[in-house]
């Protein structure tokens, strides 16, 4: 996606979040408990690209930037909480335990791929439900996340899959819960697109644009 898009995207998604939020219940939203979990941090870099930048890096900007936008573009509708907000470590048990002592409603979990093969490619969704509710409101969150991602930003779709991931198989309580793989650093292309700064800003508000549009306000 080229500038002008990425600008012309964020303009509609401005005029998309405020259309609906002037229209529907701000209640629900409010009410609603979000936690974000960049992946990764401090020691654990993740993927790395061959230029050199950092998959915890990405996912921090991201998440970040989900929360900018939520207070910025929609006035606060969602109670936000990253389960880190600078370069840390935090074990894979303590983000689901801040999950848990937040009573999230929805979890998500922000991640990049990375293989062998360097054409691999696309965005992929996982979620490991635990109960009939959580099965249908996280494949809704998930397909909705990778809708955006596809059909407004155009990464290549890889598909909603089951994954035995630990921050999803510890997450019993929340309603939706959700861990995104957004594209592969082995791959030159998605590499420079996840780089971006105006990428970052786009695919968190497909994100958040996503988590407004389930919760049915
Ligand atoms: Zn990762």
Partial sequence: MNTLNQITFLL?????LNLTYAQNSKDQARSTIVVIDPGHGGKDSGATTRKGIKEKDIALGIASKI???NSKLVENPLML???RYSD?????N???QLSKKLKADI??????NQAINRTASGTEVFIYPKNEVQA????Y?????QKGLVDILGIKKRGLKYGNFQVLRDNHDSRATVLLELGFLSQTDEATYLSKEESQNAIALVILQSIIKILGV
Wanted: with cysteine.
């Fill in 12 to 16: 509609f998604c401005l005029v998309f």
């Fill in 67 to 69: 929360v900018v936008l």
């Fill in 81 to 83: 909480f990253l389960t």
């Fill in 88 to 92: 840390t470590l935090i074990s894979l």
């Fill in 94 to 96: 303590d983000r689901t």
């Fill in 107 to 112: 979890f998500i979990s922000i991640h990049c």
């Fill in 136 to 139: 249908e409101e996280s494949a």
């Fill in 141 to 145: 969150l998930g397909f909705t996340i």
